[in-house]
């Protein structure tokens, strides 16, 4: 167990909905990260905030947006779906020890857009 | 353009013998690298990592190897489990906080009994 909780474990919906993903980071981590895994694909990498702001963006698509809250759990807002979106999205939150930092992952929650 | 590279998508070896799992980067501000394996319906575990200040990081069976010149790293597993079956990936990143990891595509490897 890496501390890193996501819910819901398993989603489907249906094009064009809209759906939000929550994680929780381990306790005393200040930064989250979200990424997508589609299928047979590695890790895609969304976006990263830390203590409640935005630290750095990459591959996400105008219709996903995210947040981080004072409590420090984050939640990743994805819209207007389409098929492609079906894959797992994994949130991690970090800490740094002796100088470097180490990401631990939550299990996912596993979107299946019909 | 992939700036982290796991050119084998599959590997299987046998119970007890080695495996290397091969990892290449491109971009070379990258000074901190990390292995995570993966099982099916789970999150990434982080195994181990390394810092481009070194070489090699050994961690029981698992041991990183790093070439700087090369912009390369290896995973070896000595002796393989079939436990250890599952996907790896490969990822990097420049070390000061925030930065975001770059991970490669995985390599699944099987190990047979």
């Known amino acids: 167990d890496s501390g890193v909780t996501q819910t819901p474990k398993h989603l489907i919906t249906a094009t064009g909905q809209r759906v939000t993903l929550r994680c929780s980071p381990r306790?005393?981590?200040?930064?989250v990260y979200w990424y997508q895994q589609s299928l047979d694909q590695g890790l895609q990498f969304l976006i990263q905030y830390y203590n409640g702001e935005e630290r750095a963006k990459g591959n996400i698509l105008e219709r996903f947006s995210a947040q981080q809250f004072p409590d420090l759990h984050s939640e990743l807002n994805l819209s207007s779906l389409e098929l492609g979106d079906s894959a797992l999205y994994f949130c991690?939150?970090?800490?740094?020890?002796?100088?470097?930092?180490?990401?631990?992952f939550g299990p996912g929650t596993r979107l299946l857009v019909l | 353009d992939q700036q982290v590279k796991q050119n084998s998508p599959s590997l299987s070896v046998q119970e007890g013998r080695i495996s290397i799992l091969n990892c290449d980067y491109t971009?070379?501000?990258?000074?901190?690298f990390l292995w995570y394996k993966k099982y099916p319906a789970e999150g990434p575990t982080f195994l181990i990592s390394?810092?481009?200040?070194?070489d090699k990081n050994e961690d029981g069976r698992f041991t990183v190897f790093l070439n700087k010149s090369a912009k390369h790293l290896s995973l070896h597993i000595v002796p393989s489990q079939p436990g250890d079956s599952a996907v790896y990936f490969c990822?990097?990143?420049?070390?000061?906080?925030?930065?975001?990891?770059?991970f490669g595509p995985g390599t699944r490897l099987s190990v047979l009994p």
């Open positions: 991690a939150s970090s800490s740094r020890l002796a100088g470097v930092e180490t990401q631990y």
């Open positions: 390394i810092s481009s200040i070194k």
């Open positions: 306790s005393g981590d200040l930064s």
């Open positions: 990822a990097a990143s420049v070390a000061n906080y925030g930065q975001n990891f770059v």
């Open positions: 971009n070379s501000m990258f000074d901190y």
